[in-house]
C-alpha cells in the first residue's frame, strides 16, 4: 500500500487545516486509517484513526476540534482540523492497516508539515 498525504501548511493559531490522503496498491487489504503526529523531541503520537466501517478514534487533545472522515470508493482519508493550536505543530504522517494503525503492519505515508503560530 502507498500512500501520499497532503493539505499540511502554516496557520494561525485558531485557523483551519485540511489533511487528506489517498491510498494506492493492495487497497483491498486496509481496514483501519488514520494520522500520526510528531513534533520534534517528541514520540510520534496517534492523532485519530477511522476503521471501514466509520468506527473513529481521537486522541483526547484533540477531541471536539479535529474530525476524521474516510471515502472508502476512493481509498482517501481526510483529517478536518479545526482550532488549531501552536501544540498541533508536527509533522502528520497518515497510516494505513488491515487491523489497528500503528501495528508492525502498518504502512506510513511520506508526511506533511503542519505548523501553527501563535
Known amino acids: 500500500v502507498q500512500l501520499q498525504a497532503s493539505g499540511g501548511g502554516l496557520v494561525q493559531a485558531g485557523g483551519s487545516l485540511r489533511l487528506s490522503c489517498a491510498a494506492s496498491?493492495?487497497?483491498?487489504?486496509?481496514?483501519?486509517m488514520g494520522w500520526y503526529r510528531q513534533a520534534p523531541g517528541n514520540k510520534r503520537e496517534l492523532v485519530a484513526s477511522i476503521s471501514s466501517g466509520g468506527r473513529t478514534n481521537y486522541a483526547d487533545s484533540v477531541k471536539g476540534r479535529f474530525t476524521i472522515s474516510r471515502d472508502n470508493a476512493r481509498n482517501t482519508v481526510y483529517l478536518q482540523m479545526n482550532s488549531l493550536k501552536p501544540e498541533d505543530t508536527g509533522v502528520y504522517y497518515c497510516?494505513?492497516?488491515?487491523?489497528?494503525?500503528?501495528?508492525?503492519?502498518?504502512?506510513w505515508g511520506q508526511g506533511t508539515q503542519v505548523t501553527v503560530s501563535s
Open positions: 497510516v494505513a492497516d488491515p487491523a489497528a494503525c500503528g501495528s508492525p503492519s502498518s504502512s
Open positions: 496498491g493492495t487497497t483491498f487489504t486496509i481496514d483501519d
